[in-house]
């Protein structure tokens, strides 16, 4: 089974620098407006939960989710001191199953899928929260993911229905923005 990076090891890779390296504006501003509903899966310490938080205003709300409580207890105790901690709700879930209910304008998986046990599975699952016209961002590491896994994730998004809508540049990174497709839409 895929490892998955430990709370302990958290430091590095959400630190100081990460803002440098990944810019909150350049990535998560095109898709996220006051009022959404966003879910950050595999959220890790909150570097991006806590940017989407700031985002999405008083009235919207952030869940974020991941598998390890340390996680979640870091995301909780850095938005109580940011002051963002009534638009943040954590959700602690299982491997297999990422068990958040409600729709989602947006959900964004940085750096966590080569962690999940069943790519498509969990592809599944965000698309079945996705709400009409949501979008799921995901960026995965490109020294650890390979250029071929990171297509055949593509893929197998392709076949439960996802369609690209874009390949955003990200620093280190692959990334892609993925929506429903119509044909999908229209079952809804
Ligand atoms: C490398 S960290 C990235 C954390 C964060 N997204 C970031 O960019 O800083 C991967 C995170 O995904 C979580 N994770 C791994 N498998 C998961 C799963 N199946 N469901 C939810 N979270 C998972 C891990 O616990 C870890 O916090």
Redesign the pocket.
Known sequence: M?H??S?QH?WT??NFL?PILHNPEKIFGPHVRPGMRVM?????????ALELARRVGDTGQVVA????PE?LARVEKRARKLGLRGRIQTRL????S?QVEGVFDLVN????VH???DTKR?LGQIRDCLAPGGVFLV?EPMFHVSKKRFQAMLTAAGQIGFEIVSHPRIRFSQAAVLALSSANLADT
């Open positions: 895929a998955i990076c709370y958290v890779f959400d990460r950050d899966v595999g959220c890790g310490a909150g570097f991006a989710v991941d598998v390890q996680m879930c299982q491997r297999e990422v998986a940085f750096y966590m962690e999940v046990p969990f960026i």
